[in-house]
């Protein structure tokens, strides 16, 4: 059981690691200045080292664990509910945030990294800065089994969607300049608020 903690532990941060690696200014930098055709090709680049890369997790989750909850019908039904709603929500925050560009096919057809970009404020980046985190993490979290192995994991998902926000707020606020910052005075980063879902 150690032994599957300790390598839940070094493959999330490994991930964790690389991927952070990967959207540094730094690395962009470089591969903008040594690497033709770079803005075309980044982001599908990153997307499918993503998911490339997220391929041992199964297989990972599937070494001994222990159950530490199991919640009973009818009760898990409504986990059950909810984590449909929020994969038909993720779904929707995708297709509200341009998909063409956020997959890195737009890319491909001419627009560079930041020029394909566009700051989205309407639909679900109304009452919340950062959809795509919010309702991962709620399909995450309402799973109606939890063991031990689905705890870290899922622990260590909210953490790096928690550092990514953060990161991610200093990207947008470079690349939109005033609009974005004072959508981050109108708009909650991770979690709506009551007054906000009332407007």
Same mark, same amino acid.
């Given at each position: 059981?150690?032994?599957?903690?300790?390598?839940?532990?070094?493959?999330?941060?490994?991930?964790?690691?690389?991927?952070?690696? /990967?959207?540094?200014?730094?690395?962009?930098?470089?591969?903008?200045?040594?690497?033709?055709?770079?803005?075309?090709? #980044?982001?599908?680049?990153?997307?499918?080292?993503?998911?490339?890369?997220?391929?041992?997790?199964?297989?990972?989750?599937? /070494?001994?664990?222990?159950?530490?909850?199991? =919640?009973?019908?009818?009760?898990?039904?409504?986990?059950?509910?909810?984590?449909?709603?929020?994969?038909?929500?993720?779904?929707?925050? =995708?297709?509200?945030?341009?998909?063409?560009?956020? =997959?890195? /096919?737009?890319?491909?057809?001419?627009?560079?990294? $930041?020029?394909?970009?566009?700051?989205?404020?309407?639909?679900?980046?109304?009452?919340?800065?950062?959809?795509?985190?919010?309702?991962?993490?709620?399909?995450?979290?309402?799973?109606?089994?939890?063991?031990?192995?689905?705890?870290?994991? #899922?622990?260590?998902?909210?953490?790096?969607?928690?550092?990514?926000?953060?990161? $991610?707020?200093?990207?947008?606020?470079?690349?939109?300049?005033?609009?974005?910052?004072?959508?981050?005075?109108? =708009?909650?980063?991770?979690?709506?608020?009551?007054?906000?879902?009332?407007?």
């Amino acid at each position: 059981m150690t032994q599957t903690i300790l390598l839940l532990l070094l493959y999330l941060l490994l991930y964790a690691g690389l991927h952070s690696l /990967l959207a540094a200014r730094a690395v962009k930098a470089w591969g903008r200045a040594h690497l033709p055709g770079f803005d075309r090709w #980044y982001r599908l680049f990153y997307n499918a080292v993503a998911g490339i890369t997220l391929l041992p997790l199964p297989w990972l989750l599937g /070494l001994p664990d222990r159950i530490l909850y199991a =919640v009973p019908a009818p009760w898990s039904w409504l986990l059950w509910a909810g984590q449909g709603l929020s994969a038909v929500a993720l779904l929707l925050a =995708v297709l509200q945030a341009n998909p063409a560009y956020f =997959v890195g /096919l737009a890319q491909l057809a001419g627009d560079g990294e $930041e020029r394909g970009d566009r700051l989205v404020v309407g639909g679900l980046y109304r009452y919340v800065r950062h959809p795509l985190y919010l309702f991962s993490l709620l399909f995450l979290w309402l799973s109606p089994v939890m063991t031990l192995n689905r705890l870290v994991v #899922y622990g260590l998902v909210t953490l790096y969607f928690y550092v990514g926000s953060l990161h $991610e707020e200093r990207r947008l606020a470079q690349t939109f300049g005033q609009p974005y910052r004072a959508y981050q005075q109108k =708009v909650p980063r991770l979690w709506p608020s009551l007054r906000r879902l009332n407007d």
